[in-house]
């Protein structure tokens, strides 16, 4: 069989979901959950009926036709880090999400392995339903991890990662369903389908050299012509794993879409939120500066600029500098970490080896040592004037005991700052009249004695 990952796909071929539910054939029925008593949950709880007291949106609160959305949470192959991810979230927080507390937002009726409290057909139930047609709301999918070709694996008797057990075998025999077929069989008639994730968005680790899985991004197994039934292309928030906020963020603005409030937000044309994603994350690193004036770190836990240990953040479109890891905190060069590109569709093979120096940084980093070696002594010159009061330079010394070690400016220097402080009045159309206050004592209207060197 052809390897899925390195072919190229004409508009007419099959995509692989089709080539999926081709070998799988029709599904033939659902659990009869009747029959199960409390399978796996003896408390009978259901997350959804447990919240629902609490949750349930007022008419003076939905703002819209939707009062709840389900959202199926599937992983395929993945190692749960984009599901910490989100669970940290706190703008919005999934919590809230869950407890309709955002006004117009649908509360959201979620569906995740380790969050809900019921379990086995229990738990598979409401997506039955969504197959079936029968749920009573619109839903979304959410993919984290990358998704297998189980074509592959259903040729051998096998599958490659599930998600349950459903009488979907030969003569009705349980079989484990694997989450590439569960998002198969769901994306027809879902209202939005978004990957999380590097591995859900472009195939991420999984799919990297050498791996035998044939492992693919959501939107390579639904193809490009793929739109969910209200329109919408495969939504995608990359990272490995993802700033939670900025997944959050994402589906809190698609269900504002779904609710009706206004056109669907701005996506690039990769599906990434344009608002989150059209930057490069060296724009607004911290470290950029260093960068700027040609000083770069030698190992980690320097303060410059990492790009000559590995860094690749000056053509990486990631936000993580601006918005933090956490709760705005954290976020990878904030914390010491090189950018080694992990929202990229090029990631992981285009980015190894790992910490090791770009070979394309060479020309702007010689560049930047260049012009910096000019432009760090003026600056320090002048940075060394603006850290002295101007009552300091008509005293002649900065009275502070910390500063006994430290030489008032030389006769030369003092000439530099008098002339720079001409060049910065030239346009200072209250000059004359104004206070004294930042004037040299030769150009003060009145007061100030001239300043003496020590
Ligand atoms: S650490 Fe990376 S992102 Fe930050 S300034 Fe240096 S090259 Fe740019
Ligand atoms: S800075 Fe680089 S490594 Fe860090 S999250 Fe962004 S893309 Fe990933």
Request: glycine share 12%.
């Amino acid at each position: 069989m052809a390897d899925r990952s390195t072919r190229s796909l004409p508009p007419s071929t099959p995509t692989p979901a089709e080539d999926l539910l081709d070998a799988l054939g029709p599904i033939k029925g659902f659990h009869d959950t009747s029959h199960l008593g409390a399978f796996g949950m003896p408390s009978g709880a259901m997350t959804e009926d447990m919240l629902a007291g609490e949750a349930v949106a007022s008419q003076a609160t939905r703002f819209g036709p939707l009062e709840k959305v389900h959202a199926f949470w599937f992983a395929g192959m993945s190692c749960d880090g984009c599901s910490v991810a989100a669970t940290g979230a706190t703008n919005p927080s999934v919590e809230s999400m869950m407890l309709g507390a955002h006004p117009g937002i649908p509360r959201v009726i979620l569906h995740h392995p380790v969050i809900n409290i019921e379990s086995g057909p229990h738990y598979l139930r409401p997506a039955e339903e969504a197959i079936e047609g029968t749920l009573g709301a619109p839903y979304v999918v959410i993919l984290e991890g990358s998704i297998a070709d189980e074509v592959v694996a259903h040729a051998a008797g096998g599958y490659w990662s599930a998600t349950g057990e459903e009488p979907w075998g030969a003569d009705g025999e349980l079989r484990p369903v694997s989450s590439t077929e569960w998002i198969a069989r769901l994306a027809p008639n879902a209202a939005a389908m978004i990957a999380i994730g590097t591995c859900a968005t472009w195939g991420g680790v999984p799919s990297a050299e050498g791996n035998p899985t044939g492992a693919m991004s959501l939107m390579d197994f639904l193809g490009k012509d793929y739109r969910s039934v209200l329109g919408v292309p495969v939504v995608n928030v990359p990272g490995c794993p993802p700033v939670g906020d900025n997944f959050t963020e994402t589906v809190a603005a698609v269900l504002y879409f779904l609710q009706g409030f206004g056109p669907l937000p701005e996506f690039d044309e990769l599906g990434r939120p344009a608002w989150l994603f059209g930057e490069t994350v060296h724009r607004r690193c911290v470290r950029g500066a260093y960068y700027e004036e040609g000083t770069f770190a030698q190992e980690f836990g320097d303060p410059e600029c990492l790009v000559e240990i590995g860094c690749w953040g000056p053509v990486v479109n990631c936000n993580i500098t601006s918005r933090g890891a956490v709760k705005g905190i954290g976020g990878c060069m904030n914390a010491g970490g090189a950018c080694i590109g992990c929202t990229m569709p090029g990631f992981p093979d285009k980015f190894t080896p790992f910490y090791k120096r770009p070979p394309g940084s060479l020309a702007s980093t010689t560049v930047s040592r260049m012009v910096g070696s000019i432009i760090r002594p003026l600056r320090k010159f002048s940075n060394n004037n603006l850290n002295r009061e101007a009552r300091w330079d008509r005293q002649g010394a900065a009275p502070s005991a910390f500063s006994r070690e430290k030489y008032e400016p030389s006769p030369l220097a003092d000439v530099g700052h008098r002339f720079y402080d001409k060049m910065r009045r030239a346009s200072d159309t209250a000059r004359g009249d104004a206070a004294v206050w930042g004037k040299r004592p030769d150009e003060a209207p009145s007061g100030g004695r001239p300043r003496t060197h020590t």
